[in-house]
């Protein structure tokens, strides 16, 4: 087996038939089938259904398939790395991020510069847990900074740190005197929450549920940015991580403890741990966990 092999039967997978993928792939029909062939003798097990009137993939296929787009994704992702060292062009980390990792992040940048003088470091910000999967598996980044829990066997999740979670008043709102407030105090004020998919939302509405409440939805956002604008602008109140608002330090508004529960999330570091990962990239990893182990 070969990489050409699989590429043949993804080609063929792709394009439903073996015609149009020989024409894609620039090769006569025969020679495209007696590869398929071929493959299907190596690794034992029928890929394609040859008793039909139509194409179809078997279900060995299928899996295969899937397996086999991942060897594929993996030896693309090393020929790249490979020439990139090959021409010394300059290397890229690419990390994906929560908004209140980057009270910290930057120090651990610091850190890392220091030996990889010459990498660009790439940072995305990337929320929700659909799209922080998403970004891993398809190579898009190294590695993720999230408070998401992964329940994916491709991804490896590594617990850094809990942070504790603040409410957020306009100025002036009736709580403005109170040192903390309660859930309770909250239950009635239009609510900002993250949208759907995201596990703030999660852990705050749990908080909520657990002292028998149910905050007054009136808005929906994705970014804690947007939440506090909407509050400085006095049209709700919201409930963030307390490392955000060390970081955004200059909001328009009021910041109190919680008192009645203690809301916290767990950020992790996450990685596809069946790809190939630079040594610059396990030293970014390995710069990280001490950051938070000293």
């Known amino acids: 087996m070969d990489v ?8 063929v997978v792709n394009q439903r038939g073996f015609t149009k993928a020989a024409e894609q792939l620039h090769i006569s029909q025969p020679s495209l089938s007696n590869a398929i062939k071929r493959l299907e003798e190596e690794v034992g097990i029928q890929l394609i259904d040859r008793n039909t009137r139509f194409f179809r993939v078997t ?28 021409e010394k062009g300059p290397f890229e980390l690419s990390i994906g991020l929560i908004e209140s990792s980057l009270v910290w992040v930057p ?65 002036d709102h009736s709580l403005q005197r109170k040192k903390t407030v309660k859930l309770q105090d909250l239950a009635n004020d239009s609510f900002i929450v993250c949208k759907q998919g995201f596990q703030s939302r999660e852990d705050i509405l749990q908080a909520f549920m657990q002292l028998g409440l149910r905050p007054n939805i009136q808005f929906e956002i994705e970014r804690f940015e947007t939440a506090s604008q909407l509050v400085e602008n006095k049209l709700g109140v919201t409930i963030v991580p307390e490392n ?6 200059n909001g328009k508004y009021i910041v109190r403890k ?20 630079p040594e610059m990239v396990s030293e970014f990893m390995k710069l990280t966990r001490e950051f938070f182990t000293k």
């Open 4 to 11: 050409r092999e699989l590429q043949y039967f993804i080609t």
């Open 59 to 86: 279900a060995e296929g299928k899996y295969f398939y899937s397996e086999a787009l991942k060897l594929i994704q993996h030896f693309n992702l090393i020929k790249e790395e490979a020439n990139k060292m090959k």
């Open 107 to 171: 120090n651990v940048i610091i850190n890392f510069k220091k030996k990889y003088s010459d990498v660009r470091v790439r940072l995305l910000e990337i929320l929700s847990l659909q799209n922080v999967e998403d970004a891993l598996l398809n190579f898009d980044i190294h590695l993720a900074i999230t408070n998401q829990y992964i329940r994916n066997n491709d991804i490896d999740v590594i617990p850094l740190y809990k942070e504790k979670l603040v409410a957020l008043l306009p100025i």
């Open 244 to 249: 955000y608002v060390k970081y955004t330090r």
């Open 258 to 277: 919680i008192v009645d529960m203690d809301i916290r999330r767990t950020v992790y570091l996450a990685y596809e741990k069946n790809r190939f990962l």
